[in-house]
């Protein structure tokens, strides 16, 4: 736990993990100096860079760290394709400006995508309550098993969390058949087919063969896709995520 001298809560950082505030004076016992009221209790991590150094850092969000991080590279990527004017070309073959460009694009393109659906995954594996038991059918359509949290992040695939585990969590309804499944089924097939990338999938192609490389670009933007999923599950959080409100990036 960190004590820091920011009194106005304008100036935390909106990817911050969790912060409280000082309600009254408090005296350091190991400093012996007063921290004013209204000082920010913020939750750290320590890391032991040499024997003699260690690092202390405020404790980030996970999933504000990743969903911020899909957005700039979206942005990025966003750049190059306008640059390229690709998208106000009335020209039936068109291409970007370079080699260079097509490929920074890609690269921004593909960050975006895997970092957007790992923010996503992070969001639902912190949603689950420590104490939570989600009972499923798992060898045996008959028989019940219980998986506490633990197995449930392990195990269970991230369709079954955001259709069945989530929905038990927080009492509400599936995301499944809403306006943000089917973006967040095109996104996690664009994800999946990227971290298992298979050789058949990233060959040369025709203008109707389907490719990884066109996946990605025709991926719709992904860290709103991602964004929305979230959304869908924040209106039923009595407590929502500190970063919820203040994430800078809710338009393209």
């Not at 942005?75 to 039936?92: F, H, M, Y």
């Not at 809403?178 to 058949?200: F, G, I, N």
Request: positive net charge.
């Amino acid at each position: 736990m960190l004590i820091a001298p920011i009194t106005d809560p304008a100036d935390d950082d909106w990817r911050l993990h969790a912060t409280a505030r000082l309600a009254e004076d408090w005296a350091n016992p190991w400093s012996s100096q007063i921290v004013p009221k209204g000082s920010r209790l913020t939750v750290s991590s320590v890391i032991q860079l040499t024997k003699k150094k260690q690092l202390t850092i405020p404790l980030p969000n996970a999933t504000a760290l990743l969903l911020n991080s899909s957005a700039i590279a979206f942005t990025a990527a966003r750049s190059i394709r306008d640059a390229s004017g690709i998208d106000k070309s009335l020209q039936a073959d068109i291409s970007f400006r370079s080699d260079k460009d097509a490929f920074d694009y890609i690269e921004r393109m593909i960050e975006a995508v895997v970092l957007a659906f790992t923010a996503l995954e992070a969001f639902v594996n912190e949603t689950i309550p420590e104490d939570f038991v989600y009972a499923h059918h798992a060898r045996s359509e008959v028989v019940l098993e219980a998986a506490h949290k633990s197995t449930i992040e392990r195990h269970i695939p991230i369709d079954e969390k955001l259709t069945s585990v989530l929905p038990e969590v927080l009492n509400c309804a599936s995301p499944k058949g809403s306006r943000c499944w089917q973006a967040y089924k095109q996104l996690k097939e664009t994800r999946d087919r990227l971290v298992h990338m298979k050789s058949q999938d990233r060959k040369s192609s025709g203008a109707k063969d389907d490719t990884v490389w066109k996946s990605v670009i025709l991926c719709p933007t992904p860290h709103l896709a991602a964004k929305a999923v979230i959304d869908h599950f924040s209106k039923s959080m009595q407590v929502k995520p500190g970063w919820h409100s203040r994430f800078p990036h809710a338009k393209t």
